[in-house]
């Protein structure tokens, strides 16, 4: 395979939850690492279920190499079927984001590039390029496939780690600073393949958090802070933690953007949880065990709704005062906005009672322009009868209709 053929693979920055690294191969492709299970699944997906799910785009191996200043660089080259509907960009020829050797392993962007991307985390000292969630993800990684971070630079390029891939559709790529939210969803945490140990370890987990009592579990997250500038992130381990009441905090803090509750979010994300659950209630023989719900929202101070203009809306169990919907604002509006609310003079906030002019206005937008994005993720031990697997299952998967009715539950 000619070198000049490969395209090169950009660390994902937005990655919140999993134990797999993703990379982008173009702003609208991430990379996963393969798994037969998952591709099999992928590949005999009913079309009902493809408005819930990522675009599968395919697999291709992946080359894994490291020069001797410590720079880690991936490519791979594509199927045909996506060669052909793309035209590689120099921008992905040398990846703004790589991966290097400092001691650990680290990323870092290209000299003189502006970014507008900051992440913070409790755990993590300082502001860091990315979520230091999917810095942990690589670093993994890379030892799994024989690049150890102790040890210096291999002296040859020869014969680099080959790695196998999945082509997913990157459900963050319209949007300027994507806000996501992983949530593991079901009561059952294993495959019918996992051995009696594993059984036991996860029956256990799931016990002992969330997914028990709701079927649902806090996966990763992060959200956009207009008032900050930055990303706050949550992990897994975060998650585990959580209460029913400490989870629902958390999803509180998932839809504020440090200045109100963005409840346009909210119920248009409703929208879309009732119609998965609809046709979940209708899939025989369909297992999702270990799958999450993932969903996105543009967390940017100003985004474009047409010519709409919200009026302010009363507070809900989300909210802790008085709640404006910001439209095509930017963000220096955002914290006038904030600080007025602080002030003794503007304290009060005029509230339309008008309840049928807004729902007027969320028709319209609905209409007009997506606001939120919710897909299921994460098929490695998932199942349903056309995979001709040893134990078939009957009717739809109760463990995880159980826990999508807990998160609309919490949601109103």
């Known amino acids: 395979m000619e070198h000049s053929l490969l395209w090169g693979l950009e660390p994902f920055i937005h990655q919140v939850g999993g134990h797999s690294p993703l990379f982008c191969l173009d702003t609208a492709t991430v990379c996963k690492p393969y798994e037969e299970r998952e591709h099999s699944f992928y590949s005999s997906m009913p079309d009902c279920l493809l408005a819930f799910t990522p675009q599968f785009k395919g697999s291709m191996q992946v080359h894994i190499t490291e020069d001797q ?6 490519r791979g080259f594509p199927p045909n079927s996506y060669c052909n509907n793309h035209r590689q960009a120099s921008s992905f020829c040398k990846p703004k984001m790589r991966l290097k050797r400092c001691g650990s392993i680290e990323m870092e962007r290209e000299v003189g590039e502006h970014c507008d991307q900051y992440f913070t985390d409790e755990k993590i000292k300082g502001e860091k390029l990315y979520n230091p969630w999917a810095l942990k993800c690589h670093r993994d990684n890379l030892k799994k496939v024989g690049i150890h971070l102790l040890k210096a630079p291999s002296p040859t390029l020869d014969s680099p780690a080959c790695q196998q891939y999945i082509l997913l559709e990157n459900l963050t790529s319209r949007h300027r600073h994507p806000c996501v939210l992983d949530l593991k969803v079901g009561t059952r945490q294993y495959g019918d393949g996992a051995s009696a140990s594993k059984k036991v370890s996860k029956n256990a987990k799931v016990a002992s958090t969330t997914s028990g009592l709701l079927g649902l579990r806090l996966g990763g997250m992060q959200v956009y802070q207009v008032s900050l500038g930055r990303y706050i992130c949550r992990t897994k381990n975060y998650g585990r933690g959580l209460s029913a009441d400490g989870l629902k ?26 119609q998965l659950q609809q046709l979940l209630a209708g899939l025989d023989s369909y297992r999702f065990y270990t799958s999450s719900l993932l969903v996105t929202y543009d967390g940017s101070s100003s985004y474009q709704t047409g010519s709409l203009e919200w009026s302010p809306v009363t507070r ?4 802790t005062s008085s709640l404006l919907l910001i439209a095509g604002r930017d963000s220096s509006q955002a914290r006038e906005t904030g600080r007025a609310r602080h002030s003794p003079r503007k304290r009060s906030l005029s509230v339309s009672n008008d309840h049928s002019t807004t729902r007027d206005h969320l028709a319209r937008l609905f209409d007009r322009r997506e606001l939120v994005d919710m897909r299921l993720i994460d098929f490695a031990h998932s199942t349903h009868r056309g995979m001709k697997d040893a134990s078939v299952h009957e009717g739809p998967d109760q463990g995880l209709l159980f826990g999508l009715d807990s998160f609309v539950s919490i949601l109103r």
């Open 69 to 74: 200043e410590g720079y880690i660089t991936l």
């Open 249 to 274: 905090s958390a999803l509180r803090q998932f839809f504020c953007n440090g200045l109100l509750v963005r409840t346009d979010v909210i119920q248009a994300l409703l929208v879309k949880l009732s």
């Open 316 to 319: 809900n169990s989300f909210s």
